[in-house]
């Protein structure tokens, strides 16, 4: 049986960084490791550089760790409601606060890993911590705060009829 990343059976997956759409994307593939923890690696491109065209840009680091980090919140909210990713009403979950550590510049000819760690999980809310690594380097910690957004969401306001 081959093990599907979360943005895989993510239904509604037009995101940037990890749907099928739109081109080009990150589409990065997030996995468990363990109960409490997520794992990605990712392998940056020259484009997504900066002028150096060595280091990768840090607003992409940023979005990796973003992107990861809520992919990994709406699979955990899965999870606890005991249904598989995309399952019956879709769960979605979008940035609430996002703060970025950069620690070591990120070479872009090698891969990059993510590693998310739920650190509490509230009703409408999953925080979790994020460390990216390169070789054997941790290059950022990121915290991302997840909040779940209501059913229906993004669709009709209820004034819209």
Known sequence: MTMLAFQDQ???GLCFGYGAKPEPGFRIQSYWSGN???ICTFQPSDYQ?????RYLNSGLIAALIDYHCLCSAIAMAYQQAERQIGEGEPIRFCTDRLSIEYLHP???????????LFESIHDNKILLSCI????????AEGEVEAVRVPDG??????DSG
Do not use: H
């Open 36 to 38: 409490d923890r997520a």
């Open 153 to 158: 969401w993004p669709g009709k306001s209820p």
């Open 106 to 116: 990120v070479p872009v000819d090698q891969p990059v890993e993510l590693l998310a």
């Open 10 to 12: 993510i239904p509604y």
């Open 132 to 139: 990216l690594s390169s070789g054997q380097v941790t290059c």
């Open 49 to 53: 550089s900066l002028t150096s065209r």
